[in-house]
């Protein structure tokens, strides 16, 4: 069975996020265990990253905390509890960097895990 990261990182790649960044908060948010950064080309594309991370954590019986930003699609924040996506248009993503403001957070490549 996936977990929780597992189900969301897919979620963003389906639907084509780009330069998928996953940072591993442990003991050093108390957000989050990790957060998934991403970023896509038009609010469109934006909105349906999150919905199809929001919708696939339901499926499969993880509670969806909050969506906010939805309604501009700019940078719109999905809580599932302990993982925490960030998807960003490409025009905001460089604007907050959050992998810099949280460049103390180890990257974990989750492309072993996509396989």
């Given at each position: 069975m996936p977990t929780l990261l597992e189900i969301a990182y897919k979620a963003v790649d389906d639907k084509k996020g780009e330069d998928i960044v996953v940072?591993?908060?442990?003991g050093i948010s108390l957000i989050a265990d990790q957060f998934i950064i991403t970023h896509a080309n038009s609010e469109r594309q934006v909105q349906a990253i999150a919905r199809e991370v929001s919708?696939?954590?339901?499926e499969n019986g993880h509670d969806v905390k909050?969506?906010?930003g939805m309604d501009n699609g700019r940078w719109v924040l999905v809580d599932l509890g302990?993982?925490?996506v960030h998807v960003f248009h490409r025009d905001e993503r460089?604007?907050?960097?959050?992998?810099?403001?949280?460049?103390?957070?180890?990257?974990l490549d989750m492309a072993d895990e996509h396989e």
């Open positions: 940072l591993n908060m442990e919708e696939k954590a339901s909050r969506v906010e302990d993982v925490v460089g604007y907050y960097n959050l992998e810099k403001l949280w460049g103390d957070a180890p990257m």
